[in-house]
């Protein structure tokens, strides 16, 4: 089951270190600890309020918005690393050279003239050396 966006801040403020305040829980809001002074209230369809009391809390969007980056740049992190997206590996079947692009706009095509493995060792052509070969995508699997 997905998690709500209620659920998302209590544990993104649990990992920022506040608390949540026990017994204080109303029908509205989960109550929780701020260290900078007065309570987060979270409220049950996830909307995140800041105060001294659930009444005069005011909203804290740009906080909500902050904590829902953040957590969800945590999980990028703790992804497995083959699912970090990676571009396709290319190989000239002219020359043999392999390249693997770090852009997704890396395009050469079968009309492409290869420059040939001696301009890569030379250094003659070191800069845009990877747009000088026909390119063809190499399957990995
Ligand atoms: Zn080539």
């Known amino acids: ?11 993104a403020l649990t990992a920022a270190g506040e608390k949540t305040v026990p017994n204080s829980r109303t029908q509205k809001y989960t109550v929780m600890t701020r260290a900078s002074g007065g309570f987060w209230f979270i409220g049950r369809a996830g909307a995140l309020r800041t105060g ?30 083959k699912d970090v997206q990676k571009y396709p590996l290319l190989r000239c079947p002219q020359c043999g050279y392999e390249y693997r692009p770090t852009m ?9 003239k290869c420059i040939g493995r001696d301009a890569i060792e030379d250094g003659s052509v070191s ?14 699997e």
């Open 1 to 11: 089951m997905a998690k709500t966006i209620h659920d998302r801040l209590v544990e």
């Open 127 to 140: 800069k845009m050396h990877s747009f000088n070969h026909p390119f063809v995508v190499v399957d990995e």
């Open 104 to 112: 997704n706009a890396f395009r050469t095509t079968d009309k492409t």
């Open 52 to 81: 001294q009391n659930a009444t005069s809390s005011i909203p804290s969007d740009g906080m909500k918005r902050r904590l829902l980056a953040s957590e969800d740049a945590a999980m990028k992190k703790a992804a497995p690393k």
